[in-house]
């Protein structure tokens, strides 16, 4: 019973940590990977954030257009008030004023101006975040196909290590039973000896690749990522899609220094707009309550002991304060006649940048091509020597093939094996590299372009 207890406990403990191994690895394609950094990358999110801080740019602009309505109390004791004559004065004691203003533009060139200068803001910022997801891209692709390069080497290496050992374990049976000499059987242990510390470093590579990627994915280090694919699959599917333009209209450099050149031509049309006159509607009421004074003392000669009692009847029945409510609307109209000509010299200053830029779009567009240039002369050399690789691996296949039959008929030496070998693994890593440089610079060519990610079914690279 307490051996099936202490078994039991151990089961659970074993399905808990597989359930936990499990919960905590996860497996993209490449476009899944895109996926995740576009949504999850902080760089991305600043860029998607600026977009919406332009929108509530774009908003205060607007609020310029609405009315303004402000309403104001007061209240005032006066602890002296003021007299026209010696021993008169007039006013009440307390005050109480209560004001509503209204205020509507009617013509505000420059609101007007101001707000297309805010979709033009808008728009350099939507391109900056296109621009940000287009490196992301890139660099995630770079990233992906790093981790399959390291991969796909520790493969070839372990590959590698299992012919050696198989080599080794031959060479051995032929040295005991007098065979072979036992110089080739310690040059098998050396050559298997030598592929072992390359085993350890690729699997360090691919450590690093994986928390680069990671990086960009905004993923937990803890998290156990594994990749989908193989360089051969993209590879195949690059060279089926290959078809190289100079096409410039969705380079975000130039588009950037377009909507900059469009700013600031709205700068331009905003100071001039200035110089025009503004016209707005305006409404105001008071309700104003002003203490009662009692002015029978003053017209006491004249109105007699009958007009002193009549006058403080009618106070009695009055009220204490006196309300009233003065309405007024209007209309306004500012016209801007001089300003010591700083207009005039804001013109020149926005008219001098808009030199700078026409000189700077000009030389961007000579560096863009030459850029696009270089990506396709780049990318077609890779895909030269990828394809050369391809055909070397093959001949070093059948070189190591022809070889081992030599060498296991007796007709063959081991160096002449380990040659071969040493051949074939360096083929297979150099085809694999190839293939790498490829595809980085087919990414690096969508760069340059400005080409947008979009995901497409049943398809493993864009």
Known sequence: MMLGIVSLGVAQAQEQTEAQSTSQQLTLSLDEAIEVALSENPTIKVANLEV????????QTVSALYPQIDASAQYALALRRQEMTEGFSFGGKNTFNVAGNVALPLFVPSVYRQMKLNRTQMATAVESARASRIDMVAAVRAAYYNVLLAEQSLSVLQEAVATTERVVENTKTLYENGLAAEYDYITAQVQLSNLKPQIIQAKNGISITKLQLKMYLSIPEEVELEVTGSLDDFRDVVLLGEDYSYDLANNTTLRTLDLQSELLEHQ????????????????????IGQERVDLSGLMGGAMGGGGAQQSATRASEQSKFWW???ISVGAQISIPIFSGLKKHNQLREVRNQQMQLAEQRSYAEKGVKLQIQQSINTLLTARETMLSNELTVEQAQKAYDISYTRYGAGAGTILELNSSQLSLTQAQLNYSQSIYNYLSAHAEYQKALGTEFWVEEDSTVE
């Not at 331009?268 to 309700?287: D, H, V």
């Open 52 to 59: 919406e801080r332009y929108d509530y740019v774009y908003k």
């Open 268 to 287: 331009e049309k905003l100071i001039q707009t200035t110089r025009m006159p503004t016209i707005a509607a305006f409404g105001q009421i008071s309700y």
């Open 324 to 326: 009233q409510y003065p």
